[in-house]
């Protein structure tokens, strides 16, 4: 089984005045082209989808026209989450039309949402998409009043997830959040007012692969099977030695999963440049 993951487009971001939509144009149309040379059976993006709630109109019709080209042209599934930027209802409306035609929505919470689920050579894959929520939505959809943290949250949502799991399964978790461990950058929301608002990588336990979004530097968490792939672009001059890229990802018959990092070229880079002002 084949996935392709991403995360934080952040499609409609400004920065420091200046719209990043033709560049973020630029980077999805890479992307398009790696999904059409690798044919993965799934595309998996894992939330941080818009900059913000109410995203720009130009940004919306950008999406609409990469996923018009990865389901319609390509026929590849998409499964796509809210994160912290984006507005739950709206990224997730007309999601049951949606789905007639390989788009898997999750927006607000859902603890009883059905995974996707792709056949290979091998069996069955579930990819279960858990959308960021604040720890009250959980609390309030789980009826549990001891959920008071983003920690307690997520562990809620992936116990809901292994309760239903059945055990022939292959299973992936697509989820956007702070994983204990993680290297952030400054052009990461914070989750938390006041707190951490991390999680321990401990929830996800014994699932075969873990797309996540929110952190946007590349890297894995543990072993190697909880995976950020990063965001597709520099958002901050934190950012300036990132190499940004999208992971390729096999998985094997017994869940096994090798991750490869595949490179996106921006349409202009950033860079931190040094000295004194008449120099410069």
Known sequence: MRFLHSADWHLGRVYHGVSLLEDQAHVLQQFVRIAADTRPDAILLAGDIYDRSVPPAGAVRLLDRVLSELLLELKIPVVMIAGNHDGPDRLAFGSGLLQRAGLTVRGPVEMDAAPLVLRDAHG???????????PALVRSACGDDAIADHHAALAAQTAAVRAAHVPARRSVVVAHAFVQGGAESESERPLSVGGTGAVGA????????????????????GGGRIQYSGSPLKYSFAEADHAKSVNLVDMDAEGNCAVERIALVPRCDLRILEGELAAL
């Open 124 to 134: 069955e894959v579930a990819v279960h998409a858990l959308p960021y929520a604040e």
């Open 202 to 221: 401990g929830v996800f336990d014994g699932f075969d692969y873990v797309a996540l979004g929110h952190l946007h530097r590349p890297q894995a968490i």
